[in-house]
Each structure stands twice: as C-alpha cells, then as structure tokens.
C-alpha cells in the first residue's frame, strides 16, 4: 500500500466571518494543497461557533455554495479537503463535516454527540459514515463523538484504515488520550486537527495530532497556529493486525451491520 501526505490546518477561526475563514482555508489549500493528498481544518471552521441565531443563518444545504467552492478549490490544488461547516436540511441545522476531493463531495457526516448546549443550535445526527479515497477507506468524527468508544469502533467496522477529526476542543489532554485509544483499539490511522484562539473565558488549545494503528504519536502541534505535515504508511493498519486483530476478536457485538448508501458510500444508523 502506498503513504498518504496529510495536512493538518491548526488555525484561529473567527466566529460567524464565513468570507474570512474561507479566505484562511483558500491560502492554505493554495499553499499545501499540491504536496497533500490531504487537508484537514477543524469543527465548523468555516462559521466557528457562532449564537444559534447566526449558526441557522449562516447554514446552507451541502448542494449550496460554500461546498461547491470547496470542490473549486480541491479542484485547482489536486487534493481533498475536510472540513466543518453548517448544514441547512430542511428546517433542521446540523454541525456537518464534509469530505470533498477533486471529482466533488465524496462524504458527509452530521455530529452525533453534541455538546452541553450545543443542541440549541444544531439537530444531533443519526448515523457513522465511511467512503472509498485513495484506495482506502476514510471515516469523519467531530470533536466531543470520540469520547465516546463506540463512535469509532462503529465507523472503524466498516472497513475504515483512517479516521478524521474535526475538532473544538478546549481540553486537550482529554483529546489527546481519547485520539490515542480510539487508534489502537480499533488498530487504525486517526489524525485530529483543533482549532485556536479564544471565545469570552473559553481557550481552544491546538494540539492537534496524528496517530499511528498502534496508538503512536507520529506528528503532533503545539499551541501556535501551524500546519501540521504527516505521512501515513497504510502497510501498518494490517501489520498491526497480523497477530491479533480487535475487530475480529472482539465477542461483544452490538451494532447495526452497515449498508451501502451510494457508489462507495457505507452507513451504519443509530
């Protein structure tokens, strides 16, 4: 299997200036974007957190025009790009991270576990997704859906080699820990990109972070913004796997078998 170039945007994000943070992710997907097969900004980037009043209107369905600039500029740089935006479906708003490549959206998932108030703003969604990238299979978590084990190991059941995180976290050793145990229990690829900067007391602390199937550390930020670079040797996912594989050992089933929703799209409800 081949290594994949991944990109982690650990940015400052201005909260409900959708212009200036497309602007922020443009220069780096024009600066990156050509060396990466991948970039990865963190939780709602392009809208931060905003009041739930600004959070319905700054969403727009994913057919709406900040994903089509997104594809844009996957396009012109030759990479994919994930990201977290607002999503508009109907009278429901949901915090949706999107996964879009050269040839358009590939995958789309609606944050399942939402945050003390988060639920004023944003409908929790209902299911874990994976899709085909690059001759592997990719799946899409954000922020408070890794504390909890059964998120990835939902997503991880479907064939997933790499796990991508949005984030907005504020503690980072929690994430930490979780990104690192949530790798080696399912033996995959994670990579975490957090926000910066500061919301009234709230500080969000960067740290972001790739981990190996073995739940190494394999490139980590600090507190500054930066964008970390990493490459990923896929060959680990099944050597980690050659003497004992989890999913497979594992005696505790409880979860819905997936089903394919689209060419190369898989779905697991809850």
Known sequence: MKKV???LAQLICEDGKV?????RLDNVVDKYGHSHDLILFPEA???GFP???ACRTLAEP?????????ERKAREANTSIVVGLYEKDGENIYNTTVLVGPAGLLLSYRKTHLWVDEADAVKA????????WQDTKVGLLICYDIEFPETARAVASMGTEILLVTDGNMDGPVHRVAIQARAQENQIFVAMANRLGQIEDTTFVGESVVVDPYGRIIAEA????EVLSASIDLSLVQESRQHYHYLKDRRVLIHTPSKEIGKEVWEIKI
């Open 125 to 132: 969604g209902n299911c874990f997704r994976s899709c085909s």
């Open 45 to 47: 980037f392009i809208a």
């Open 5 to 7: 170039n991944i990109a």
């Open 19 to 23: 212009e200036n943070n497309l602007n």
């Open 62 to 70: 994913l057919n709406g025009p900040i994903v089509k600039h997104l």
């Open 222 to 225: 600090g507190h500054e913004e």
């Open 51 to 53: 009041s739930s009043e």
